[in-house]
T-cell receptor, first 118, second 113 residues
Framework: DTGVSQNPRHKITKRGQNVTFRCDPI?????LYWYRQTLGQGPEFLTY????????KSRLLSDRFSAERPKGSFSTLEIQRTEQGDSAMYLC????????????????FGPGTRLLVL | AQTVTQSQPEMSVQEAETVTLSCTYD???????LFWYKQPPSRQMILVIR??????QNATENRFSVNFQKAAKSFSLKISDSQLGDTAMYFC??????????FGPGTSLSVIP
């Protein structure tokens, strides 16, 4: 179990550019979540997948944001035409959805990708 | 909608002492989970302790324990024998079954040597 990994760890971009982040979940986890965390705040939910299906999107996820999980393994989060307000830490988490629920549903977080839009 | 409140933005504790972080939440759900996550400066979010709402017994993990009061919708974290490595942001979090996690605003804990 190597944990959740995210790449890149840091990204600096200019306003108007597109950026893409990648998340690799824990191998047996079928659920994958994206959160955004601004400085000094708790993470806020963006979207989540069960296998390859995107089941929920937050209102925070504007049209400039798109997430995919094409084969039910890794996921990408793309931000088009970045704005300075997009500067934040983008966190990925994964969990294992079971029929009985329980604490196996606990989400484990990656190290995050810190985005700075100049 | 569920909300999580942490009323203590910052706290400090002397090394080896005990500190309690407060958390309250609001929900109409009966089955849910509660978590405390720790985020050290510039480091990864780590799970500290978790509690299932249907269990009356309070969860404990080594020096960490919770006081779960379901009727009062309160979920406090007690850290015993505080260590310098406990310095971090602590987030209280709520999750209903099969759903996303909702985080509180966090409490910044400093352990003073």
């Amino acid at each position: 179990d190597t944990g959740v990994s995210q790449n890149p760890r840091h990204k600096i971009t200019k306003r108007g550019q597109n950026v893409t982040f990648r998340c690799d979940p824990i191998s047996e986890h079928n659920r994958l979540y994206w959160y955004r965390q601004t400085l000094g705040q708790g993470p806020e939910f963006l979207t989540y997948f069960q296998n390859e299906a995107q089941l929920e999107k937050s209102r925070l996820l504007s049209d400039r944001f798109s997430a995919e999980r094409p084969k039910g393994s890794f996921s990408t989060l793309e931000i088009q035409r970045t704005e300075q307000g997009d500067s934040a830490m983008y966190l990925c988490a994964s969990s294992r959805r079971t029929s009985g629920g329980g604490l196996e549903e606990t989400q484990y977080f990656g190290p995050g990708t810190r985005l700075l839009v100049l | 909608a569920q909300t999580v409140t942490q009323s203590q933005p910052e706290m400090s504790v002397q090394e080896a002492e005990t500190v309690t972080l407060s958390c309250t939440y609001d929900t109409s759900e009966n089955n849910y989970y509660l978590f405390w996550y720790k985020q050290p400066p510039s480091r990864q979010m780590i799970l500290v302790i978790r509690q299932e709402a249907y269990k009356q017994q309070n969860a404990t993990e080594n020096r960490f324990s919770v006081n779960f009061q379901k009727a009062a919708k309160s979920f406090s974290l007690k850290i015993s024998d505080s260590q310098l490595g406990d310095t971090a942001m602590y987030f209280c979090a709520f999750m209903k079954l099969y759903d996303k996690v909702i985080f509180g605003p966090g409490t910044s804990l400093s352990v003073i040597p």
